[in-house]
């Protein structure tokens, strides 16, 4: 059984609020009930329907022993989107999303692994005649994967679906999915296109409490529907003791991606605020 939510609930965690009157994607029309003080109002009855869309799709999905996959690296998922995904075991990415994870999933399945060993070395503190210097590098590297690989353990084949929050801050992993025709499940704001995604939510994708809200949902009904059957993927057992050959430039690319990442979030930051600032001002006035 799936964990019902109700319209008071999503009133108080506030996911009603939209964007601004003049950010807003003409396919949102129907999921909007108004506009107050230049900002869009979402229709809650609506988010309600395509809530128990997007939960009776997670059920079967479950039941079936299919992968959900939860993505959301902003600020205000990140945390959210980690606590609930090991909590029930399920793949995530909350820091950094990898280009190509999807549709290079082989190379990306061989650097999991890589993280994997480099994980083990630590923790046994096996590094054999590697001077001091080496082992600095080697841990950098390991941070940078942790960043993107870090909680996909469980990911040894490609995910049935995912679950995202915010389709434009999380476009190439939309884009990616679509092109794979796996199905996508989504919050989506005012501001955002919900035409290509399978289960969308609209919703305020911006309030921490609203986000905890539909990903418990979601993460509780995945739970509660896992089908009994163990889903144990074989890996095989050769294949997990081989070591990894990494190329270094590969790792090095990455690196130089991950700076690039930064560099835009520093932009995407300042635009987050607003949205809090717009939240609040609007709880305000109401």
């Not at 980690?82 to 061989?110: D, I, Q």
């Amino acid at each position: 059984m799936s964990k019902k939510v109700t319209v008071e609930q999503m009133l108080e965690a506030g996911l009603h609020f939209g964007h601004q009157t003049f950010r807003w994607h003409p396919n949102m029309k129907p999921y909007i009930f108004d506009s107050r003080d230049n900002i869009h109002i979402i229709d809650l009855t609506k988010t309600e329907e395509k809530l128990k869309d997007a939960l009776n799709f997670v059920e079967q999905l479950a039941e079936s022993g299919g992968m959900l996959m939860l993505v959301g690296t902003k600020k205000q998922a990140s945390a959210t989107i980690e606590e609930l995904s090991k909590s029930a075991n399920l793949p995530y990415v909350a820091k950094r999303w990898s280009g190509g994870l999807l549709t290079n999933f082989p190379t990306m399945k061989t650097r999991i692994k890589y993280l994997k060993q480099l994980r083990e070395k630590f923790a046994k503190k096996d590094f054999g005649d590697l001077t001091k210097q080496e082992i600095g590098l080697l841990e950098k590297k390991m941070a940078i994967l942790e960043d993107s690989f870090g909680g996909l353990d469980m990911l040894t084949e490609m995910p049935n679906a995912l679950f995202v929050v915010d389709i434009l801050r999380e476009k190439i992993a939309v884009k990616e999915a679509l092109r794979l025709h796996i199905p996508v499940i989504a919050m989506v704001d005012t501001n955002a296109n919900p035409e290509d995604i399978a289960f969308p939510i609209p919703a305020n994708d911006d309030a921490k409490q609203g986000i905890r809200l539909i990903t418990e949902a979601i993460v509780s009904a995945y739970v509660a529907n896992r089908a009994q059957k163990a889903t144990s993927v074989k890996a095989d057992a050769q294949e997990g003791d081989e070591a990894v050959v990494v190329d270094e430039a590969e790792l090095e690319e990455v690196l130089r991606q991950k700076e690039a990442a930064l560099a835009i979030s520093k932009q995407e930051e300042e635009a987050m605020k607003q949205a809090e600032e717009k939240t609040k001002k609007t709880s305000g006035n109401n």
